[in-house]
């Protein structure tokens, strides 16, 4: 039997962790710090994304100021001036047509700095980031091919963030010790035993059935991991939440479907009592799993992310789905590789920005 492309690719993720632990992540460390004390906007999309939420939580952790997420479309359609603002822009191959038109939107709309990480520093959107001033930070990779699926990308952003937030805090072998952590915890999630344990957790799960995903507001990076890798690889539909938002209202799809949903709860120690009131009321047919991430900071996000992709491999396993290569329509890579975004960001330049937040105003 064939490996699935997904396990190969997370089998082979200690390579890539070998190669960010021995980079220099002085730059981005040096980044970090400058931005503190301003708004920051970071942007990504798909398993991008995923690094763009975990540097919302460094930022948080590390008391630099408050940042915002936003997608590229969101980036480039959006007007008002970023003069003190940092953009941090996450993209694995830099070259996709969003990536570029939102490098141009971030400097007609005069972002104080520009960041881009990415493990291709030679990619269209490094060109026009570079070309203006603005600063590439290239991750390693040991594959420079995700897959379906971000995978080594993901895990080189997110552990040269970890480092970099590590050395932003000043805590002597901090980020060895962390490094540490993370090794180990891969280290385990491959270990065979384990794997079959997490795909048991999963089994009786259905193609139809729906998981909800309640997390803590601290965990956004995981929830955001799962979200978008069970939409990419089409394994169930998904809907994700935090604890009190379920709360108001979305508890009615248990009610009324409690057959066909999975509720799976991503606790830190800010929301147990939440998890325990909602989970003492549930009816008892009601499948759920829960798992607690302790603090819910930078380290406890990144180790999340390493037990999430082997959550997806796990549901991929059970429902007889290789998540690294699903299969996708011919039309797919038309929709990915539409330029109309960058379009829309070369029609928007500064002084129409300027005309159109007038007239919003």
């Known amino acids: 039997m064939n490996t699935p492309v997904l396990t190969g690719k997370l089998d082979a993720l200690a390579a890539t962790l070998d190669l960010v632990a021995g980079h220099d992540a002085e730059g981005i460390a040096t980044a970090l710090t400058r931005g503190s004390g301003r708004h920051a906007l970071a942007i990504g999309s798909g398993g991008s994304a995923v690094a763009a939420e975990y540097l919302v939580r460094c930022r948080d952790t590390l008391g630099l100021g408050p940042t915002t997420f936003a997608t590229p479309m969101q980036g480039v359609l959006d007007h008002h001036r970023l003069d ?29 700095t520009i960041n881009l990480v990415t493990r291709n520093p030679d990619g269209a959107a490094a060109t026009i980031v570079a070309r203006n001033g603005g600063t590439i930070h290239a991750v390693p990779v040991a594959d420079v091919k995700d897959g379906y699926l971000a995978t080594h990308s993901l895990i080189a952003m997110t552990t040269a963030l970890l480092i970099a937030s590590q050395v932003a805090s000043r805590e002597p072998g901090a980020a060895t010790e962390a490094l540490d952590r993370v090794a180990s915890c891969l280290l385990a999630s491959r270990d065979a035993g384990n794997r079959d344990l997490l795909a048991k957790r999963w089994t009786g799960l259905r193609g139809t059935d729906t998981i909800i995903i309640a997390a803590d507001p601290s965990l956004r990076p995981v929830a955001s991991l799962l979200d978008t890798s069970l939409w990419e690889a089409s394994l169930c539909p998904v809907q994700t939440t935090d604890f009190r938002n379920l709360a108001h209202g979305r508890h009615a799809w248990l009610h009324h479907r409690p057959d066909d949903t999975v509720l799976l709860a991503l606790i830190a120690v800010n929301s147990r009592t939440a998890w325990t009131a909602i989970e003492t009321v549930l009816p008892e047919h009601v499948r759920r799993d829960a798992v607690d991430y302790g603090q819910g900071g930078r380290l406890d996000n990144l180790l999340g992310i390493i037990d999430g992709l082997s959550h997806i491999e796990a549901i991929g396993e059970v429902l007889g789905v290789d998540p690294g290569k699903p299969g996708v329509g011919d039309f797919g890579r038309s929709i990915y590789d539409d330029r109309s975004l960058e379009a829309a960001a070369a029609e928007l330049r500064p002084r129409l920005r300027h005309k159109l937040a007038a007239i919003a105003r």
């Open 84 to 112: 003190a603002t940092d953009a941090w822009l996450f993209s694995a191959g830099g070259d996709n047509p969003d990536a570029c038109a939102i490098a141009q939107a971030l400097l007609d709309r005069g972002a104080a």
